[in-house]
């Protein structure tokens, strides 16, 4: 007993909520049955009326549950709202930021005109339509991003608002943040007549007079005098395309000494183009120079370079700029020219490359998806036949130069040149020597109006006419002819060796393949040529020598492998020289003398009927006359 008297004085206190065990052991210890009885009913009762008064407790603390989530959540939406009203005007801030493009105010009329429904607005509507047609008639490659000032297709109407809303919110952020250009101005009485004035922001205002009949002239005029005096470069180009080539010269060269610097490097290409017409081969190369130290990763600057060496016949220098202008197009997110321009660049370049390397066939078809492209209309149609030309395909080059000519960048001089000049190889490559020589006389009338001609001629076409004259047998006048050609002019250096070889002047022609070769050791043109006048020598095993060079630095130059077989022919081994031709076919389908010596091979090699099949192929095929009479005497049956 005492040791339970220890035990319970030990316990913890009661709280006094509930009953204490131990105060109920030692009651029903001490007490009868029936006090013990009604101890515990009333103990039952207390706890009955403690759940009750719990109960009652939790009834009231549950609408405040609901309460306290329904603030907690009145609270989130209300961050929420807050949060998406912040990231709106952070969005409206940002956008405002970034605006650029034109905006037309509404112009300032006399009351009558506004009377008779010529509102202010309508003027600046008008002046709108005229600036989208500039715009639209305006085609370059380069980038909206590379501009100082760039609309983009961004040049809209505004109408002020009255009050305040978040329009006129959004407008005011623009004009504080923004970049955007705006145009305003005011038609007004002036005399008998009226006057338009137009301004841009940041600029003086350009006034144009003249009577009420004449509003749409004045329109137009100042809408052309706002494009000039922001998009100066799309303008100049613009006047190149309408016709008016002395007014885009001189936008050329302001921009060029006196433009920004995005816009100068440009300016210069601009003036080269119109100096291709006027001045001599080293001022246009000067001038592209400079654009290209200014910009030395712009791909249009550096394939003006390849152009250039190209038009100067250096073919060396010309691959490796057009290697380098590729270069450049391959570098991620371009910033200079539009995505559309990367591809159109792209393209004209390997084309350029795939030629310069022998690969007629593969720059032929590169460079005419480039010329049907309607949206650059370049470059210039007369390429594409030379290329088709060179494939040995005279009806593609000739249904090329007949079609209609293609809008491109370059000048007048540049296009009748290469027309003239790829009209020359068509001949050239059916024999019609004669009608080579003629074509000299279409350089008359361009070398009136274009002084440029004397000098684009010597490369272009001087060699293809000093060639003609010696297979007529005028060797002197083809000496004569070649004779005041520049001493770096590859293609001018080839027509001299062949020239020498005609004449029976075997060591100088030789001397003069060893230039050429030297001039441009990566092309395999001269090599090819070597080849040809060593197997006329009856040397078919020399010939097959530089027959294998042009090949290695060709591998799809038709000619080389066309010149090997006949070589293999020579040679008594006409068995070997089928593979030749047949490689050949594959770069040169459309080549009747390809398909002549092939069926003559097979005669010699004995499948007699698989020479027929061939044979007929060259009948069908552009065949010069000599080749001609030569398939006419071949077996046939």
């Not at 008779?116 to 639209?136: C, K, M, P």
């Not at 490559?429 to 004669?434: L, P, Q, Y």
């Not at 006329?536 to 020598?545: F, L, N």
């Amino acid at each position: 007993m005492s040791e339970e008297m220890a035990g319970a004085e030990s316990a913890p206190e009661s709280s006094g909520a509930g009953t204490d065990p131990v105060a109920v052991t030692l009651a029903l210890a001490g007490a009868s049955r029936a006090r013990a009885d009604a101890f515990l009913k009333n103990q039952e009762a207390f706890i009955a009326d403690q759940r009750h008064h719990l109960h009652e407790q939790f009834k009231q603390l549950r609408p405040k549950l609901w309460e306290v989530r329904l603030g907690v959540l009145l609270r989130i939406a209300t961050a929420f709202v807050g949060a998406a009203a912040a990231a709106a005007i952070a969005i409206m801030v940002w956008n405002a930021a970034r605006a650029e493009g034109l905006v037309i105010d509404t112009f300032s009329v006399p009351a009558e005109f506004a009377q008779r429904g010529l509102t202010g607005e309508v003027v600046a509507n008008r002046v709108l339509d005229r600036l989208t047609l500039l715009q639209n008639g305006t085609i370059t490659v380069r980038a909206a991003q590379s501009f100082d000032n760039s609309w983009g297709n961004d040049i809209k109407v505004e109408i002020p608002e009255t009050g305040i809303s978040f329009g006129e919110l959004y407008r005011y952020l623009k004009e504080w943040l923004g970049h955007e250009s705006h145009l305003s101005g005011e038609v007004v009485r002036s005399g008998q007549g009226i006057s338009l004035t137009a301004r841009v922001s940041g600029s003086s205002g350009v006034t144009f007079t003249g009577t009420e009949a004449d509003l749409d002239k004045l329109v137009e005029a100042a809408a052309e005098s706002v494009y000039g005096q922001t998009q100066a470069f799309r303008y100049a180009i613009y006047l190149d395309s309408h016709n008016r080539p002395a007014e885009a010269l001189d936008v050329y060269k302001d921009l060029a000494m006196n433009g920004s610097g995005k816009d100068r490097p440009w300016g210069y290409v601009g003036w080269a183009h119109h100096a291709y017409d006027t001045e001599t081969s080293d001022v246009v190369k000067r001038l592209i120079e400079t654009a290209y130290a200014r910009a030395p990763d712009n791909p249009v600057v550096v394939g003006e370079l390849a152009l250039d060496e190209v038009d100067r016949s250096r073919p060396e220098n010309a691959l490796l700029r057009s290697k380098e202008t590729l270069s450049v197009l391959d570098k991620p997110d371009q910033p200079l020219i539009s995505a559309s321009g990367v591809v159109v660049q792209r393209e004209e370049y390997e084309a350029r490359t795939a030629a310069l390397t022998g690969d007629f066939g593969k720059a032929a078809q590169t460079l005419r998806d480039v010329v049907e492209n309607k949206e650059t209309g370049q470059p210039t149609s007369p390429v594409l036949a030379q290329y088709q030309i060179r494939d040995h395909d005279p009806a593609a080059a000739r249904a090329t130069l007949a079609a209609p000519a293609q809008r491109n960048v370059f000048g007048p001089l540049f296009n009748a040149m290469y027309a003239i000049a790829a009209q020359m190889a068509v001949d050239s490559e059916v024999g019609d020597w004669s009608s080579v020589v003629a074509h000299r006389r279409d350089l008359v009338p361009l070398a009136r109006q274009y002084p440029g001609t004397r000098f684009r001629a010597l490369t272009l076409t001087v060699p293809l006419a000093a060639y003609a004259e010696a297979r007529l047998g005028h060797i002197a006048a083809a000496e004569a002819e070649i004779g005041p050609t520049p001493a770096d002019c590859y293609d001018c250096l080839r027509a001299r060796a062949r020239i020498a070889a005609l004449a029976g002047q075997a060591a100088r022609a030789d001397w003069w393949f060893a230039r050429a070769t030297d001039a441009a050791p990566s092309i395999p043109f001269a090599y090819a040529d070597w080849g040809q006048s060593l197997l006329a020598r009856r040397q078919p095993d020399a010939a097959i020598a530089k027959f294998t060079i042009a090949s290695q630095k060709g591998p799809r130059f038709a000619d080389a492998l066309e010149g090997w077989g006949e070589a293999l022919m020579a040679k008594n081994q006409s068995h070997l020289a089928l593979a030749r031709f047949a490689e050949a076919e594959k770069y040169a389908p459309q080549w009747g003398r390809l398909h002549l010596k092939w069926g003559e091979a097979l005669v010699y090699a004995g499948r007699k009927e698989e020479a027929k099949k061939q044979f007929a192929i060259a009948a069908g095929l552009d065949l010069a006359p000599a080749e001609r009479a030569e398939l006419a005497g071949l077996p046939r049956a």
